[in-house]
């Protein structure tokens, strides 16, 4: 057969139609107009949220999957347009005296429907804040009772009384603006730009909705991100922060590849030993444990030099102290973590922190430790706040529409700025080791915490390691919520340690 023949064979299989597809941002409205997240819709078409968020950011699918996601952006345009011409029909009667009566200032029509209050079905009005139909017909509520003859002047039955919900309630089913603050104003939430979302919209746009290419282009200007997100997030800020300060000789590098001599106080430490039988051990995994540490006490300015064993907790910075002896090592981890030499040593603000407070009169676990002398400048625990909150919903909203994507970038974005804070060539614009220090260590404190009250509601704790790892025994979900999310542990492994004693010292038995 000819190459011609061959082509005039082929022509007529081959079709040039292919289904068409709305534009980008009419997918992901018609998907939000139904209430269906991303992976709602990933799961119907077998595919990931990812893919999906990349179909709504331009990319287009292909084959099977195409003829099955334009099936259902057809039906949602379908359901919307019904339901919005349900709407208009309903707003158009005017042979009830009392519906026309309540179309006035106290309702307002619905971009989407919303519960009936009365029967919880599919609503396109609210009356007075709450969600309802105007036409009692429509609603399948059940009917009130008789009312007696006597009555003057009856309550029509989808009037919802005023004192039924609190304030605070009302304004929020009446769709009100949520305010964020700048400087000493606050301004609407939906006019603070999206600088997370708008970035990864963007990545995913340039490579044609190729999830993993726009992951790695994502991660990898992770830390000028970051940094522009803080800058934005210090607009309108109180405080001045100080970005490359002169730092005492503590703080730098005694050789080239070395390290300083501030001590993070990491733990990594083991029970030396369980009780006899047999124990299953859950290794929980702390979510986000350095973007909690973003909380924490950090000097402002310039560190100062003082001496003496006092603490003022309005600085914060780094102490050399003796720290005390611990008598617990077999059921709790030492607050300093693992240190082998005696003696004083240089720790940061949230170890010496943590220890006067388990060496205070509630705890009362150790003798307060002895301080010689400190670095320290004035403090504020709130100086990153904003900007650990963007990624903290950031991070949320991730999770909640299955978006991998953010969820890399974010994480990305906080543990690289928190890591790129010393001595680094990719991080120009800051220049705080002593923050990173103690950024560190506030994410070792709140382990031993989470050790602590493990141990305090009864568990054993066999285990701490790093920043986020957690080993324990006992019902620990009535202890910790299971999640992802940032106040939340999961579930990174489960074994069993020993032998259980009823089966110790059965004989073995014979063979037959």
Request: hydrophobic content about 35%.
């Amino acid at each position: 057969m000819s190459d011609f023949q061959s082509i005039d064979a082929l022509l007529p299989s081959a079709s040039s139609d292919r289904t068409p597809l709305p534009p980008a941002q009419e997918r992901r409205r018609l998907r939000e107009g139904l209430n269906l997240s991303r992976a709602q819709l990933a799961q119907a078409l077998k595919v990931s949220p990812s893919t999906v968020g990349g179909w709504e950011a331009g990319r287009d699918p292909s084959g099977e999957v195409r003829e099955a996601y334009a099936y259902f952006l057809d039906g949602a345009r379908t359901k919307l347009d019904a339901a919005t011409a349900a709407a208009a029909a309903s707003e158009a009667t005017d042979d009830k005296p009392a519906e026309a009566e309540q179309t006035a200032d106290d309702t307002d029509a619905l971009a989407f429907a919303q519960p009936c209050v009365l029967c919880g079905q599919p609503a396109r009005h609210q009356v007075e804040g709450f969600p309802q139909h105007l036409n009692p017909a429509e609603c399948t509520a059940a009917a009130p009772a008789p009312v007696p003859a006597q009555a003057e002047k009856p309550a029509p039955p989808h009037t919802a009384p005023r004192q039924s919900a609190p304030a605070g309630k009302q304004g929020r089913a009446a769709g009100g603006v949520k305010v964020v603050p700048v400087g000493r104003r606050v301004q609407a939430a939906s006019d603070t730009p999206d600088l997370i979302g708008s970035a990864v919209t963007a990545a995913l746009a340039e490579h044609a909705g190729d999830v993993e290419a726009a992951t790695a282009a994502l991660i990898k200007r992770a830390i000028p991100d970051a940094m522009a997100l803080l800058d934005h997030s210090r607009k309108g800020g109180r405080y001045d922060v100080v970005a490359h300060p002169w730092l005492p000789d503590i703080l730098r590098k005694q050789t080239s590849r070395g390290a300083d001599q501030v001590w993070e106080a990491r733990p990594k430490w083991s029970r030396p030993e369980l009780p006899p039988g047999e124990h299953e051990i859950t290794a929980l995994d702390i979510n986000g444990a350095y973007l909690s540490a973003l909380k924490t006490h950090l000097p402002l300015g310039q560190l100062e030099h003082t001496t003496g064993n006092h603490h003022d907790r309005r600085r914060a910075g780094l102490h050399l102290i003796t720290p005390p002896a611990w008598d617990h090592e077999t059921v709790l981890p030492n607050p300093v973590g693992n240190r082998d030499e005696p003696g004083p040593l240089w720790v940061t603000e949230p170890t010496l922190r943590l220890l006067l407070r388990v060496s205070g009169p509630k705890y009362g676990l150790c003798d307060p430790p002895e301080i010689h002398e400190s670095w320290t400048s004035g403090a504020t625990e709130g100086l990153l706040e904003k900007f650990r909150i963007a990624l903290k919903d950031a991070r949320d909203r991730a999770i909640a529409d299955g978006d991998e994507v953010t969820l890399e970038y974010v994480k990305a974005m906080y543990s690289k700025f928190v890591s790129t804070l010393g001595e680094s060539n990719y991080n120009r614009e800051l220049y705080r080791t002593d923050w990173m220090h103690l950024i560190r260590s506030q994410a070792f404190a709140n382990l031993w915490w989470k050790a602590h009250r493990a141990y305090d509601e009864g568990l054993m704790v066999v285990r701490a390691m790093g920043t986020d790892e957690l080993h324990v025994t006992g019902d620990w979900r009535a202890v910790f919520p299971e999640g992802r999310g940032v106040t939340e542990v999961k579930v990174k492994d489960t074994y069993t340690v020993g032998t259980d004693p009823s089966t110790a010292n059965r004989p073995p038995e014979s063979a037959s």
